[in-house]
């Protein structure tokens, strides 16, 4: 459930969606996105996510660092192992009172290409630290432009080296729309254009969360940080930054069969009743 510019296997994918209050915004939309890349190709490979959001900057990656395993706490909660879990650019003018049409910045293991305008995406590759930068794929880029207009596209550049280190990916966003959750998971791992006919394998969870939510909503999370590093084992975590974002509570399901290529989406009024019926996986979004 990811695009890659190159060659690559992805596996284990956690996918969230939620909302929280943001001090300054108010409503914002929460993006949780991780999972276990293998890079296939002989040089750098990058991941790309669309996102139906307006003026997303560097500010809107929070910083996971302290918490390294808040999805994957996700999961233990809607799965616990005892129940038999199974494995899992510089230099652009910005438009008037928005950010840049592409901006270049390191988030975690990452250098992050953001860009309102994919078709900038190959020129600004030129500012990417060699060991990361990837080739030019027009096409692809090119694709996003058509079927993705008016969306962040958010292209994650690492090597080889760092591909299994990384942190999960949390970002919060002003939404297109407050009605509807939308989940990015159009699938291609070539570095081709997505097949939008295509059926394809899945191996994932697509979880869910809401902002306040009610006792006898969803299973509530107890989140962990990992100090392995250290020798110190787990313990509870206080989040760091993504405290604001974190859900209490959350519901989802895992799939695994094969579907039709696509994003995910449920009415947010669904969400607040706790159906998950209504959560489908929809086809790309019109050229």
Request: proline residues 11%; aromatic residues 8%; glycine residues 8%.
């Amino acid at each position: 459930m990811c695009v890659s510019t190159a060659a690559s296997r992805f596996s284990g994918t956690v996918l969230y969606h939620g909302q929280a209050r943001h001090p300054e915004h108010g409503r914002v939309h929460v993006l949780g996105y991780q999972n276990t890349a293998v890079n296939l190709a002989s040089g750098p490979n990058a991941m790309l996510l669309h996102v139906p959001a307006t003026g997303m900057t560097p500010a809107n990656f929070v910083d996971t660092r302290h918490c390294p395993r808040v999805l994957r706490d996700m999961v233990d909660a809607l799965a616990p192992p005892t129940r038999g879990r199974g494995p899992m650019p510089e230099g652009c003018v910005a438009a008037a009172g928005g950010p840049p049409p592409v901006q270049i910045f390191d988030h975690d293991i990452y250098t992050v290409v953001l860009a309102t305008d994919p078709t900038l995406i190959p020129r600004a590759l030129e500012q990417v630290p060699e060991h990361r930068r990837i080739r030019p794929n027009r096409p692809l880029f090119d694709f996003y432009a058509a079927r993705y207009p008016g969306h962040a596209i958010i292209v994650c550049c690492f090597d080889n080296t760092e591909a299994k280190s990384a942190n999960p990916l949390l970002m919060w966003y002003r939404p297109h729309s407050l009605r509807h959750f939308v989940l990015p998971a159009l699938d291609c791992h070539t570095g081709g254009v997505p097949d939008l006919t295509a059926h394809v394998p899945t191996d994932h969870w697509v979880i869910l969360g809401r902002d306040d939510p009610p006792a006898s909503w969803g299973v509530p999370v107890t989140y962990t940080a990992d100090d392995s590093r250290t020798g110190h084992g787990r313990h509870p975590d206080r989040h760091g930054p993504a405290a604001p974002y974190l859900p209490a509570r959350v519901m989802g399901a895992r799939f695994t069969s094969t579907m039709p290529n696509g994003d995910f989406t449920i009415p947010y009024t669904d969400v607040v009743r706790g159906d998950l019926s209504a959560l489908r996986r929809t086809t790309a979004a019109a050229a």
